[in-house]
């Protein structure tokens, strides 16, 4: 039998793409655009039992991102990009306060191979919280937990369905779902917009909730200094990076994804590898690139340093229009006075 076919969004927000209709369900599920991805547990199981051809490589690969401490970040003033490791992100624009995907601590299957570059305790003043989407690598329940009683007046920004899952963890959090292509209403003396945007993922925390909550990725708009910043969240290479720009033209700054990528019949269609991230970056017109999802947790099969190393060779060469930026963790980049 069919599944029944439907479109979703949040009618309190406005849609920026003239037409969209909203995200496509089959049944319950969002589609990954078009059409339904769902990982293969056949897939899953060919990895696990089969040999890494660089598990040599990987064992003895022990880089990791410096670290560098960033706990007076918090109590700054001034606009500035931070990275927190893995796909996290300490971003102020225009006086307001931007926390991406926070894991601060260590899981079941999630180590983190380097410190913090601040106590947790040591996060506040966060205005906006933005999740991108669901996977415990990018929503961790103990790190939402300790940023809503440190930050009461904090709002998250998130995808459409993931409030239910959000208020499991932190029952006063207040949260305001988008789907692709709608911008969420910040007040309308807001002095940036921020617009949830396409990826190409899916959803996964539990046995039964498979694409169920919604993933994506997030642009924010500078109103005084009409900068664009992109954050990419976790998505393999597809059409939207072309989309995107169509609508908005080029990005000032992409914060994109380069590891998770190895075995590619596992990978590919979840994560870009270095090259695909250039790539993206380059169909974006980003005037500067920052690389994250790398080196903070061992996620698949490539060492740990090698997608650096190839992002690094790829711009070396020339195939990265933008300037690449690949700060230490807690380094404090100050984006406005960037060209």
Known sequence: MAQRISYLRNPALPTVR?????????????????????????TVLKWQLETNPQKKEKQADTWAPAVVDCTAAFSATEDMLVWLGHASFLLRVNGVTLLFDPVLFSSLGLRHRHALPCPPEAIRSIDYLLLSHGHRDHLDEKSIKLLARQNPQMQVLTSLRMTPLLRGMATGLLVQEAGWWQQYDLGPDAPIEITYLPASHWHRRGLADLNQVLWGSFLIRDKRSEKLIYFAGDTAYADHFEAIEARFGPVDIALMPIGAYKPAYMMAKSHVNPHEAAKAANVLRAGHVVPMHYGTFSLSDEPASEPLRQLQEVAAGGMLRGELHAPAVGEVLRWPEWE
């Open 18 to 42: 003239p037409g969209y209709p909203g995200n496509k369900l089959f049944g319950r599920e969002f589609a990954n655009g078009e059409e339904l991805f769902e990982p293969s547990f056949g």
